[in-house]
C-alpha cells in the first residue's frame, strides 16, 4: 500500500444569533468554554477556528471533523448563538464587523483596511504530510491544475453583503484581493519558494510567512503542504471528500516527480487564475475547465473523470470506497451554494438559509 500521509482540517465559522440568525460577536466567549487545544481566535470577533488532529484514517478525520463541531454547538447554546460552516453568511448585520482585540489584528486592520474589513469569509483548509519539501513544491505546482473542481465542491458562499453575489464562492473572489493571494510559483524547489517568502516579508507587504496565502503553500513549522482554496463546507462529509482528494493528488504528484515524469495538467497562470474563476462562478452547476484541455466540462462529468484518474492512487491509499461514496453523494446534492439559494427562494427569506446551513453544520 502506498504511504498513508496524515491529514490534518482547519475549519473556519461563523457565529451567528439563533434568534436573529445575524452574525454576532461572541466568538471570544465561545472560546473561554473550550479547551485551548483544537480552538481558535480569528480575525473577526464573530468567526471562529479548529484545528484537527492530523490523522491517516478517513473515518478518523470525520470523527474528529464532528467532535470538534459538536464542542462549538455545546459551547455556542448557553449563549443563544450557533455556528455555520459557509463560506459567507446569507445574513450579516453591522454587529459582526468587530475586530478581535491583539497586536497581530491591529495590524492586519491598520495595514489591509477593506481587505481586513470584509473578512467575513471561511475556509476549509487541508495539511498533508510531506517527507522532502522539494518534491512537494514541485508536486504542488502539478496539483494546481486539480483544484478547481475542489473548490467547485465546496463552494457555499452565493450571498455576498446580504445580497446574492451570482457566485458560487464569493469567499474565493474576496479572498483573491491580498496580496500574496493565488496560484504558487513557478519555484524549481524548497530553497527558492523560501527566498521568495522571505522577500515578500523583507518587502513590507507582509508581515510574516504566515501572511503568505498562496492556493497551496509549505508550512513553515510543520512538515506539511496545506490547500487553502476551499469554502468552508456545512457537512462534514464534504470535508472529508475535499480531503481524501487533496491526499490524493498530492501522493499521486510527489510520487510522479520521484519518477521524473513529466507534468500532466496546465500549469500557465493565466488559465490556472481562469479555471478558479469559473469554479468559484458555477460550483457544481455549470461548467468546470478540464484541468489537461483547459476546455469547459460540465462539473458533475469532469469531477466523476477525476476521480477515475485518482482511482489507482486512491485504491492504493485504501481510500477508494470511502471517496468515491462521498464524490458520488455530493454531486447528487449538488453545491451548498445551490441548497442555500433553494432553500431562501421557498419564502423569500433569508433566514431559512441560514437556519439550512446551522442544521447542517450540527449534522454527525
Not at 287 to 308: F, K, Q
Request: charged share 25%.
Amino acid at each position: 500500500m502506498t504511504k498513508r500521509r496524515p491529514v490534518g482540517v482547519e475549519e473556519e465559522f461563523l457565529v451567528v444569533d439563533l434568534e436573529t440568525r445575524r452574525l454576532t460577536p461572541l466568538a471570544e466567549s465561545m472560546l473561554e468554554r473550550l479547551p485551548d487545544e483544537g480552538f481558535a481566535a480569528e480575525l473577526q470577533r464573530s468567526v471562529v477556528e479548529t484545528n484537527s488532529t492530523p490523522m491517516e484514517d478517513l473515518g478518523d478525520v470525520r470523527a474528529e471533523i464532528v467532535r470538534l463541531r459538536q464542542a462549538l454547538v455545546s459551547a455556542g447554546e448557553p449563549l443563544g448563538v450557533g455556528v455555520i460552516a459557509s463560506g459567507t453568511t446569507p445574513i450579516t448585520g453591522i454587529e459582526g464587523y468587530t475586530f478581535t482585540p491583539g497586536e497581530r489584528y491591529e495590524y492586519l486592520s491598520e495595514s489591509y483596511r477593506f481587505l481586513a474589513q470584509e473578512q467575513l469569509i471561511c475556509g476549509a483548509q487541508v495539511h498533508v504530510e510531506i517527507d522532502d519539501r522539494d518534491v512537494a513544491v514541485l508536486a504542488a505546482q502539478r496539483v494546481e491544475a486539480w483544484l478547481p473542481p475542489l473548490l467547485a465542491l465546496s463552494a457555499s458562499s452565493p450571498y455576498w453583503m446580504d445580497e446574492d453575489s451570482g457566485y458560487a464562492s464569493s469567499r474565493a473572489l474576496t479572498w483573491q484581493r491580498w496580496p500574496t493571494a493565488g496560484p504558487l510559483g513557478p519555484f524549481a524547489d524548497a530553497a527558492e519558494y523560501d527566498r521568495t517568502a522571505e522577500d515578500l516579508v523583507a518587502s513590507g507587504v507582509i508581515e510574516d510567512q504566515g501572511m503568505v496565502y498562496f492556493d497551496l503553500r509549505l508550512s513553515a513549522h510543520v512538515p506539511t503542504v496545506e490547500m487553502r482554496i476551499c469554502d468552508s463546507c456545512p457537512l462534514a462529509d464534504d470535508v472529508v471528500l475535499l480531503a481524501g482528494l487533496f491526499r490524493a493528488l498530492m501522493t499521486r504528484e510527489m510520487e510522479a516527480v520521484e519518477r521524473g515524469e513529466p507534468p500532466v495538467g496546465e500549469q500557465r497562470l493565466a488559465l490556472l487564475r481562469a479555471a478558479n474563476w469559473r469554479a468559484a462562478r458555477d460550483g457544481l452547476e455549470g461548467d468546470l475547465l478540464s484541468p489537461v484541455t483547459s476546455r469547459p466540462v460540465p462539473a458533475p462529468r469532469l469531477i466523476t473523470w477525476m476521480l477515475e484518474e485518482l482511482r489507482p492512487t486512491l485504491e492504493k491509499l485504501g481510500d477508494w470506497e470511502i471517496v468515491s461514496e462521498l464524490a458520488d453523494a455530493a454531486l447528487r446534492r449538488g453545491s451548498s451554494a445551490s441548497r442555500q439559494r433553494g432553500a431562501y427562494a421557498v419564502n423569500g427569506k433569508p433566514e431559512d438559509a441560514v437556519d439550512l446551513l446551522l442544521a447542517e453544520t450540527r449534522q454527525r
